[in-house]
């Protein structure tokens, strides 16, 4: 249970006019209880020098309205609520008119949270050092062109070593299991699990199979294509992995706190999956 008294609460907003409508009456809100709080702050505007000086952060918007979020952070994070205006709402476990209730449990301390590791992926290019910012669900080493496939080697210390080609391929965290991964193949992990996944997608040899890898264990990749390799980071471009380049992922020290509604996660996963459609 997080019992620090809450000094100050930061609002982040996704780009929707509805979103940002409920965000800018929220703030209002804020202001008539007392609430000391930085004012509305667009997503794409968000930096961790604003952000930092917040105990709360209540984001209206979707599960990436959170990623997006949370990657400003590489130091402890403050609580993160997620009020969800997007589409699955996996993450965002608040519905809007379950705001206000989830206001009151954080200014009186009686609200419960939980954790959720990350990982990082580091690349050298030219004798200098790049890191990503944190990842909660996944790296995605992904061809350029969408018909095309890559050839990579991978080595998971103690585990296996392996080079092929393949349509591209997943490391994800405990929580990224049920997001790319799941769709590629994947295993469910319980998101509770201290371990990362590595998923190849439609590899050329069928007997390579995802791998649930102990988290403290890094993973190196080396592009050994013809042609450089998009490392997208939860959903965003991040650089590209030249040919030769090797990029090493591994797990991150500092994890996102969460306010939390429910405890059973995997079965709010499947219940949110088997509802959700793609219908207007």
């Given at each position: 249970?997080?019992?620090?008294?809450?000094?100050?609460?930061?609002?982040?907003?996704?780009?929707?006019?509805?979103?940002?409508?409920?965000?800018?009456?929220?703030?209002?809100?804020?202001?008539?209880?007392?609430?000391?709080?930085?004012?509305?702050?667009?997503?794409?505007?968000?930096?961790?020098?604003?952000?930092?000086?917040?105990?709360?952060?209540?984001?209206?918007?979707?599960?990436?309205?959170?990623?997006?979020?949370?990657?400003?952070?590489?130091?402890?994070?403050?609580?993160?609520?997620?009020?969800?205006?997007?589409?699955?709402?996996?993450?965002?476990?608040?519905?809007?008119?379950?705001?206000?209730?989830?206001?009151?449990?954080?200014?009186?301390?009686?609200?419960?949270?939980?954790?959720?590791?990350?990982?990082?992926?580091?690349?050298?290019?030219?004798?200098?050092?790049?890191?990503?910012?944190?990842?909660?669900?996944?790296?995605?080493?992904?061809?350029?062109?969408?018909?095309?496939?890559?050839?990579?080697?991978?080595?998971?210390?103690?585990?296996?070593?392996?080079?092929?080609?393949?349509?591209?391929?997943?490391?994800?965290?405990?929580?990224?299991?049920?997001?790319?991964?799941?769709?590629?193949?994947?295993?469910?992990?319980?998101?509770?699990?201290?371990?990362?996944?590595?998923?190849?997608?439609?590899?050329?040899?069928?007997?390579?199979?995802?791998?649930?890898?102990?988290?403290?264990?890094?993973?190196?990749?080396?592009?050994?294509?013809?042609e450089p390799i998009a490392?997208?980071?939860?959903?965003?471009?991040?650089?590209?992995?030249?040919?030769?380049?090797?990029?090493?992922?591994?797990?991150?020290?500092?994890?996102?706190?969460?306010?939390?509604?429910?405890?059973?996660?995997?079965?709010?996963l499947f219940d949110k999956?088997?509802?959700?459609?793609?219908?207007?």
């Amino acid at each position: 249970m997080f019992t620090k008294t809450v000094v100050r609460v930061g609002v982040v907003s996704k780009s929707s006019e509805e979103a940002q409508r409920a965000a800018l009456l929220f703030v209002e809100k804020l202001s008539r209880r007392g609430v000391d709080n930085l004012k509305l702050i667009p997503l794409a505007n968000s930096d961790a020098t604003e952000l930092s000086s917040c105990d709360t952060i209540f984001t209206f918007g979707g599960d990436g309205t959170i990623l997006k979020t949370a990657r400003v952070f590489v130091s402890s994070t403050p609580l993160i609520v997620g009020v969800n205006y997007g589409h699955l709402g996996f993450l965002a476990e608040v519905e809007p008119p379950q705001v206000d209730e989830a206001l009151n449990k954080v200014l009186d301390g009686s609200y419960s949270f939980y954790t959720i590791n990350r990982m990082v992926i580091s690349v050298v290019k030219e004798g200098k050092r790049f890191t990503s910012p944190p990842i909660m669900n996944e790296v995605y080493f992904a061809p350029h062109l969408q018909a095309r496939m890559v050839t990579l080697k991978i080595d998971v210390p103690d585990v296996f070593v392996y080079k092929g080609r393949m349509d591209g391929l997943l490391l994800s965290t405990a929580l990224g299991s049920t997001a790319y991964s799941l769709s590629a193949g994947g295993p469910i992990v319980d998101p509770d699990s201290d371990v990362n996944i590595v998923t190849p997608m439609s590899p050329i040899n069928i007997a390579l199979r995802p791998v649930v890898i102990d988290r403290r264990k890094s993973v190196n990749i080396v592009n050994v294509d013809t042609e450089p390799i998009a490392l997208i980071v939860d959903g965003v471009k991040w650089l590209d992995l030249g040919v030769g380049e090797y990029a090493e992922v591994s797990g991150f020290e500092y994890p996102v706190k969460l306010y939390r509604t429910r405890t059973d996660l995997l079965k709010k996963l499947f219940d949110k999956r088997l509802s959700w459609n793609h219908s207007p």
